[in-house]
């Protein structure tokens, strides 16, 4: 760790795109526990591959700009220099290239970009092996069910432990990468219930929502219907 103000200043400068990457990331990944080493790597990481990307944008366009082809070189050959010479550009470029790096970073944390990824892992994976595909590491069951058709509904059967059962339409669930004691899910809409004892099917009146803890489920079922909004007119 840097111990100068301004060393400590560009330190963190630096993995601001990796902490923009972790930040939109597990905005909409399932939250699962690491250890202090792993989310420094990951920043790190992130941020460095953030850096690289608009670095490489900017060498890129050296190529056919002569005025960034030779501040580029400056900035390598000797930086104090261009610092002197125009310190508020010097300044300027810089702040401009970290936000830019923020940006790359926030997209490679996007739903979108990590999707894009999937898809070319998963199509290199392919070449190779045909087996049945397993779970993606850090992905619950119960993540990889309910949002396996994006845009579909998704309507839950719970038999409960107690031996009641209990289906309705999903409304949220916890996306907890492990299982715990707390983790829950809600369901809403018309939700139909058969108690232990009973063999009759009833609608739950008078009430809008349930919530299931995953330590009273015995097992689920999960079903997917094309959502109104999305269908054909």
């Known amino acids: 760790m840097p111990t100068e103000p301004i060393a400590a200043i560009v330190y963190i400068c630096l993995l601001?795109?990796?902490?923009a990457f972790i930040w939109n990331f597990e905005g909409h990944r399932p939250s699962i526990k690491r250890s202090v080493f792993r989310e420094t790597a990951t920043v790190v990481i992130a941020s460095a591959a953030s850096l690289l990307s608009v670095f490489v944008c900017i060498y890129v366009a050296a190529f056919?700009?002569?005025?960034?082809?030779?501040?580029?070189?400056q900035f390598f050959v000797d930086p104090a220099v261009l610092l002197k010479d125009d310190s508020q550009q010097f300044l300027g470029v810089l702040l401009g290239g970290v936000v830019a790096s923020v940006l790359v970073g926030a997209f490679y944390g996007s739903a979108t970009a990590h999707r894009w990824f999937r898809l070319a892992v998963q199509s290199i994976y392919a070449l190779f092996r045909k087996d049945v595909p397993s779970l993606e590491r850090g992905l619950s069951a119960w993540t990889a069910a309910f949002e396996a058709l994006p845009g579909h509904d998704v309507r839950i059967g719970a038999q409960l432990k107690s031996g009641t059962w209990i289906q309705g339409n999903l409304y949220t669930f916890n996306q907890d990468g492990h299982?715990?004691?707390?983790?829950a899910l809600t369901l809403s809409g018309d939700i139909l219930y058969r108690l232990a004892e009973s063999a009759e099917v009833r609608e739950l009146e008078g009430f809008s929502m349930v919530v299931l803890h995953s330590s009273e489920i015995e097992f689920m079922t999960v079903g997917h219907e094309l959502a109104p909004r999305n269908r054909a007119a």
């Open 16 to 19: 601001l795109p990796g902490i």
């Open 179 to 183: 299982d715990g004691p707390d983790r």
């Open 64 to 73: 056919f700009v002569d005025s960034v082809q030779r501040g580029l070189l």
